[in-house]
């Protein structure tokens, strides 16, 4: 029997889980909080606390798949190496006027003349010269390259020539003869947009420090846990790459949290075309599988502020999860999320102190919307503070403090809090308060940590209600599952081309109808989704049998629930998609196919199209086994665009021919 | 007053320059403001003319002399509209793809546009996909149109989509397709985000989409 070993850093918890790859089982699985400033010290916990509770021994492991949120978190926090980006051919004065500029990620971007033209014909030679200049003035200065050719999509000629330059240059500047790494557009994408190409290659290049120190650090941790099974890493669509393939390409890991879930929701639920629901700590996220993939978004992953021109998941993700932020506003509205916090009970039972603290605000009684809130130390800081941050943070050297105090120490409380959301910001202190973890625990339905602070908690919340603390806590569930059954008919509707503006009164009156919150009303609604729901995540229980109710809805829940994303981790497959395309040159004599490394001209179409499929298929299949797959099948879909001309104008215009060719294997257990 | 709006809008359908010119210094002269006289009579005229041509009733000569008209009614009115007054319902950046020199009917479509108070900037013919691409960038254009008269150009309309794409600006604007061999599935296949089948519809298209 080999076994997998699937892995997955979430926000909140990093979870681990044992899949027999004989039968697709679950063996074993555990989980361990996710360390943001170290990923690999959580994964070192989950990987040890996995192995030791199932008695498995390291050696029988033969795969190891990872699915992680650092290139979506350090995108989305703006982190990563100083990078240098060299655009071919682009016009600077267009850039500029209609702001793209702004969408190139780093600051330090170089205008070569170059380029081609939509059919793939040169505008007008490299300029080898400037290439070679601007790598020569930045040795030391950045840590990769990024280059993106005008219409490189059609013919990379320029960018792979000027990567040559590049490699070349750097490696006769670096101490080890290794050149620096260096990212093309039209490798990461072969559709037209130079702008987002451009975008797509800047931040793969500056992720690629990054990932390559996570992937290093966990070998380490395997190598120490005695797994010598190779890593693989999960992409946005779910499928796998080797480590060394990821380390090159770590753009195309953004989403492979969200990928794993869903292929992991569709292994364990044995379902292929289901609504994917991921309840977490932080987040909420939704995704459709379809004929057992998750369904892709064509337009490319947007993340953060930028939009990519990576294929992943189609996510819809909110701010919504086991452990956001309760809350009453100024009107004593109930708010939930988006931000994340320390729940009271997980607080209380590793500081029994805070217990105290509550009781002594409960008694006291207060209307400051962060009464029940506490800061906590998270780690030592890295990069300067000011004086009054050090002081706060010294503050909380002894253990946990009530957020009351701490804005009562610092001066006026507005720059009090500035202040502490500031080293919340940087990751140095964490906030405690209630969540919807707690209120779960008020009334009995989870127990882990320590009720007493929950309860506390939602007492002093549901004293400023006026009402009994466990009908405040039932309306907080209530809400939780009325929030995500509306993200999913929110999703539904997206998916269908529908923006659901949920400020038109009509709209929100019609859905609070049929989620049976009418107040009597003559109208009686009903919404459901064809598809069944899956719901994974830890705390899917607890929210999604009352969401399916409000959408007369199936409901699965499968077993090992709680780690799917783990699951999925190991459960995808190694797929490469190369596209090619063959268009028609001026004057219809001939017909020219762009092959990822080459343009080449032929007297007919279907010569054109023969030679395609002649030489891809074993360049892919070579493509796709470096990126870690055995047994691999290449599918060719063909589709030709041709539209007629109006009658009496005779023939029908040819426009393109589309191949896109699918590689795909099993994760091949050799290293 | 009412009157002599009336008779612009008939001269000018009638194609006649030189007294819908005299006819707008007269109403202006009258105290009919420049607004007035654009909307009601001018525009009103040019609408007269677009019905009748889609119905088969006039011809293309006799809608391009009824431009004329309208352009001539124009010179006389175009100082005086302050930019407020100016019904400009959006930029229209025109012009017939690369390789087709064809020109009546993008001329007829401009005139039109212009009768119904677009403001055009004219490529002219054989129209390289990078000049759609510069002319965009330069006037930042509503809408953009193109014109193909032959089904071997047909094939540079994707062409100079492909250019919009690449350069970022597809979004920014919206295309409309048209000429006698150009289909509606066409310009779906394209990628365009609209077909009109002759210059009377352009203006409706175009309108919805300004």
Partial sequence: MTI????????????AALVDEGTGQVLHSAKALTTRWDLSVGIGKAIAAVLSQGGVAASRVSLVALSTTLATNAIVEGQGSPVCLILIGYDRDLMREFGFEGALVTPDVVYVRGGHDAIGDEVEPLDEQAVREAVASRIGRVAAFAVSGYFAARNPAHELRARAIIEETTARHSDDGRPLPVTCGHELSVRLNAVRRATTAALNARLIPLLQDLISTVQRTLAEQGISAPLMVVKGDGSLVRADWAMLRPVETI?????????????????RDVWVVDVGGTTTDIAALRGGHPRLNPEGARVGQWQTMVEAVDVRTTGLGGDSLVRLD????????????VPLCLLASDHPDV????ERQAAQGG??????????????????????????????ADGPRPVTALLREGGYPLVALRRLERLEALGLVARAGFTPTDALHVLGRFRRWDARASGLGAGLLAARLGCAAEAFCERVVAAVSEKVARELVTKVLADEGVAADWTMPALDALFARSVGNGNGSSLNCRLGLREPIVAIGAPAAAYMPAVADMLHTDLIIPDHADVANAVGAVAGGVVQTWRVMVQPLPGGEAFRVHLP??????????????????????????????????????????????????????????????????????????R | MADILQKIATKLYE???????????????????????????????????????????????????????????????RPLLSASDSPTVGKYVIGTVKGDLHDIGKNLVKMMLEGAGFETVDLGTDVAPEAFVQAVREHKPRIVGMSALLTTTMVNMKSTIDALNEAGLRESVKIMVGGAPVTAAFAQQIGADAYAPDAATAVDVARKLA
């Fill in chain 1, 4 to 15: 997998a070993l699937g892995i997955d850093t979430g926000g909140t918890y990093t979870d």
């Fill in chain 1, 255 to 271: 989403l492979s949290g969200p990928a794993a879930s869903a292929v992991g929701a569709w292994h364990l639920a044995g379902r």
């Fill in chain 1, 330 to 341: 100024g009107e004593r509205r109930l708010l939930i999320g988006p931000g994340r916090v």
């Fill in chain 1, 355 to 358: 217990v105290a603290e509550l």
């Fill in chain 1, 367 to 396: 209307d400051e919307p962060w009464v029940g809130q506490f800061a906590l130390l998270q780690r030592r800081p890295v990069n300067a503070l000011a004086d009054e941050e050090r002081s706060l943070l010294r503050s909380l």
């Fill in chain 1, 597 to 670: 490394g080459e343009v080449r001209d032929f007297p007919t179409v279907e010569d054109a199209v023969a030679y395609a499929e002649r030489m891809v298929p074993a360049e892919l299949a070579a493509a796709v086994r470096r990126a870690g797959a055995a047994d691999v099948d290449v599918h060719i879909a063909r589709e030709d665009r041709v539209a007629m001309a109006q009658a009496g104008w005779g023939h029908e215009v040819y426009l393109c021919t589309e191949l896109t060719f699918t590689a795909a294997g099993r994760p091949s257990p050799a």
């Fill in chain 2, 15 to 77: 194609g006649e320059d030189e007294e819908v010119a005299e006819l707008v210094q007269k109403a202006l002269d009258s105290g009919l403001t420049p607004k007035e006289i654009l909307q009601d009579g001018l525009i009103a005229g040019m609408d007269q003319v677009g019905k009748d041509f889609k119905a088969g009733d006039l011809f293309v000569p006799e809608v391009l002399i009824a431009a004329r008209a309208m352009h001539a009614g124009m010179n006389v009115l």
